[in-house]
C-alpha cells in the first residue's frame, strides 16, 4: 500500500493540518470519509519516529550532566532547550573555589526588624483592664479588620510599642486616641474621621478583640519588632522616607524609629501603670496638653540630645557613636579603616596639594546613629 503522504515530506504538522482540513462546501460524506482515513496515515506515520526517539533519552533525568558532557553551548533551536543548555554549560564548569558573598553581608536598604518588643501586660483597676481592651480592639478592628491576623497582631503591637516609648503617652487609650481633639492631627484617623460612627460588624469585632486581649496579656508580634508607624499602601506620608523601613504586612507598610530614638532600651513596658482615660476621642477643641508628635522631630530631637550628651561627657567616655556593624569579612581587613582617609597629600602634612575645603575628605559627616 502506497501512503498518500510520503514519510519523508518536510512539511510541518501545522501544513499537514492546513492542507488536510481545507475541502470544499457541499462535499459528501463519501469524500470526508477517504479524508479520515488519509488523517490516520499521516498520524500514524508522524506517531512511528516520535516514539522511536524517546529511546536516545533513557537513562537521563532531569538536572544532571551526563558524563563527558562537553563544557561549551550548542545552537538550539527552542528557547527552552537554550535555557538548559545554558544551565548544563554553568553546572559541569561551576567548581568548589568560586567564590562567595559573605555571610553577613547585606543591601544598605535592608533595615532588620530589630529586637522584639518585650511584653506589655495590662495592669491597674478592672475598669482599667477594659477601657485598654476596648481602645486597642477599637484600633485594631477600624484600622485592621479586614487584615489576616498577621496584620491585626502588627497594629496591636504598634500601639503597645508607642506605649512603651516616652514620646508617647503611658496608656493604651491615650495612645489611641492622642491628637483625636483635633480635625485634622490625630495618630490613628479612625478617631477623627467619623469612622467610630459606624456600627461594628460583630463577628469582625470579636476577632479584633480576640487580638487585643492576647496581646494585652503578653503576646509580642516579633516580626515588626519597635514598630511605631504604620501607613497603608495608598499613602505616602511624609515621614516614610526619614523613618526606617521594616517590611509590610498584608496591607500596611511598618517603620521604626532610626538613630537614638529607635533603641531598644528606650522601650520599657513596665511604665504601664493603668489610669486609663475613657476609650472615647475627647471633645473637639478641648486642650488635652499632649500635641501629636512629629516622628521626625522625635528623631531629631534624641539625636540632638545624645549629641549634647556626648559632647558634655566627662574625660574618659567616647565622644561618638560607635562606627557601624559591618559584616565579619570586612570586619576582619579593617572594617572602619577601609573607608575613612587617613593620608590625603595636602590635609595632614599641610603641602599645599589638596585646598583646605576638601582637606576632610573620606571622613564622616556625622557618625551614623548620632
Keep these: 500500500m502506497t501512503l498518500a503522504v510520503p514519510l519523508d515530506c518536510d512539511l510541518s504538522p501545522r501544513d499537514f493540518h492546513a492542507r488536510l482540513s481545507r475541502r470544499a462546501r457541499g462535499i459528501g460524506a463519501r469524500r470526508r470519509g477517504r479524508h479520515r482515513?488519509?488523517?490516520a496515515l499521516v498520524l500514524a506515520a508522524l506517531a512511528v519516529p516520535a516514539i522511536a526517539a524517546a529511546q536516545d533519552w533513557s537513562g537521563f533525568a532531569t538536572g544532571q550532566v551526563p558524563v563527558g558532557a562537553p563544557?561549551?553551548?550548542?545552537?538550539?533551536?527552542?528557547?527552552s532547550a537554550a535555557v538548559a543548555s545554558w544551565t548544563l554549560f554553568d553546572l559541569a564548569r561551576a567548581g568548589a573555589d568560586e567564590p562567595r558573598l559573605d555571610a553577613g553581608a547585606h543591601w544598605d536598604n535592608e533595615v532588620p526588624a530589630g529586637p522584639a518588643a518585650r511584653a506589655l501586660r495590662a495592669g491597674g483597676t478592672a475598669l482599667d483592664q477594659m477601657r485598654a481592651l476596648t481602645c486597642l480592639t477599637q484600633a485594631v478592628y477600624y484600622e485592621a479588620a479586614s487584615e489576616p491576623d498577621a496584620g491585626q497582631r502588627a497594629v496591636a503591637q504598634v500601639v503597645l510599642n508607642r506605649g512603651a516609648h516616652p514620646a508617647y503617652?503611658?496608656?493604651?487609650?491615650?495612645?489611641?486616641?492622642r491628637g483625636a481633639e483635633r480635625p485634622t492631627g490625630c495618630q490613628f484617623t479612625f478617631t477623627c474621621d467619623g469612622a467610630l460612627a459606624r456600627m461594628p460588624n460583630r463577628l469582625a469585632w470579636l476577632r479584633a478583640e480576640n487580638v487585643a486581649r492576647a496581646a494585652l496579656a503578653g503576646f509580642?508580634?516579633?516580626?515588626?519588632?519597635?514598630?511605631t508607624h504604620y501607613h497603608t499602601f495608598a499613602v505616602h506620608p511624609y515621614w516614610a522616607d526619614t523613618l526606617n523601613f521594616i517590611g509590610q504586612i498584608g496591607a500596611h507598610r511598618f517603620y521604626r524609629f532610626g538613630g537614638p530614638a529607635g533603641a531598644s532600651g528606650l522601650f520599657n513596658p513596665a511604665v504601664y501603670r493603668g489610669g486609663e482615660p475613657v476609650a472615647a476621642p475627647p471633645p473637639r477643641g478641648a486642650p488635652s496638653g499632649l500635641a501629636a508628635p512629629d516622628p521626625v522631630a522625635i528623631e531629631r530631637a534624641y539625636a540632638q540630645g545624645l549629641r549634647s550628651a556626648l559632647a558634655n561627657a566627662p574625660a574618659g567616655v567616647p565622644s561618638r557613636a560607635a562606627a557601624p556593624d559591618y559584616a565579619p569579612d570586612l570586619a576582619a581587613r579593617g572594617g572602619d579603616a577601609l573607608y575613612t582617609a587617613r593620608a590625603l597629600p595636602g590635609g595632614a602634612t599641610g603641602s599645599g596639594a589638596v585646598r583646605p575645603e576638601y582637606a576632610n575628605a573620606g571622613q564622616?559627616?556625622?557618625?551614623?546613629?548620632s
Design 169 to 177: 503617652p503611658k496608656t493604651v487609650c491615650g495612645v489611641v486616641y
Design 220 to 227: 509580642v508580634y516579633a516580626p515588626v519588632g519597635l514598630a
Design 364 to 369: 564622616w559627616i556625622a557618625r551614623p546613629g
Design 71 to 79: 563544557t561549551t553551548t550548542r545552537h538550539v533551536a527552542t528557547a
Design 37 to 39: 482515513g488519509r488523517r
